[in-house]
């Protein structure tokens, strides 16, 4: 009889053993999948940042002339780029880019089409009317956010989107260039925001749509 018992406690204990060796096998499986997965964002050019970050309300105007407010960026995902419509090279290429790869998402139907946004750091030039004629370039699905100064610039806090005007250009002859001649240098990067409206991973230089499209994809599996 104490055999017996001694033999189930043994049995038992075995039993103990391996569901403990079935768990930290399943855990390192995660952490390597994990990890493996991480490296093929990087690769990408994306990053996910540990803890999705909650965004501060706002509100600015879209091309139609209308109200977009934080709101707006819950209920699906989300593309965010900083630029301005005098942007002479990185602007136009990532819209390029990004339309590219709107259309290929459009094509492989495998997943939910994000909002694509391209808010303004030029506040003095780019209103509504001027970023609805540049939006419909590319593309007249995507929004076009414009508003005043002290709004975009909080809202480019946020999304870590650094920017700032040179001074005015000086011509060969030494005579200054016009006030509204001047150009912007901002952060490239792409903010993606989630369906809970929080910032939660970022798409670097340089944007290709393949790659686009290869990122987007995992970010919505992760």
């Not at 079935?22 to 803890?51: C, H, K, M, P």
Request: glycine share 4%.
């Amino acid at each position: 009889m104490q055999l017996t018992r001694n033999i189930k406690l043994v049995l038992l204990s075995f039993a103990a053993i391996n569901l403990a060796l079935v768990v930290v096998f399943v855990s390192l499986l995660t952490v390597q999948s994990n990890r493996q997965q991480i490296s093929e964002l990087r690769d990408l050019g994306a990053t996910i940042y540990q803890q999705a970050r909650p965004l501060d309300g706002f509100e600015l105007v879209d091309q139609h002339g209308s109200i977009f407010s934080s709101d707006r960026l819950r209920g699906r995902w989300s593309l965010l780029f900083f630029g301005f419509t005098s942007c002479p090279d990185i602007c136009p290429l990532t819209m390029v880019e990004l339309n590219q790869f709107y259309q290929l998402l459009k094509q492989a139907k495998t997943a939910s089409l994000p909002q694509i946004v391209l808010v303004t750091v030029d506040p003095q030039r780019d209103t509504p009317a001027t970023m609805a004629s540049y939006i419909s370039s590319f593309n007249d699905e995507f929004i076009g956010l414009s508003g005043d100064a002290q709004s975009l610039s909080a809202l480019a806090a946020q999304l870590y989107v650094a920017h700032t005007a040179s001074p005015a250009a000086v011509s060969h002859d030494g005579v200054e260039t016009a006030e509204h001649e001047y150009t912007i240098q901002h952060s490239g990067h792409i903010s993606v925001i989630n369906p809970d409206g929080e910032l939660y991973a970022v798409l670097r230089l340089p944007h290709r749509d393949r790659d686009l499209l290869a990122a987007y994809l995992q970010l919505l599996s992760n």
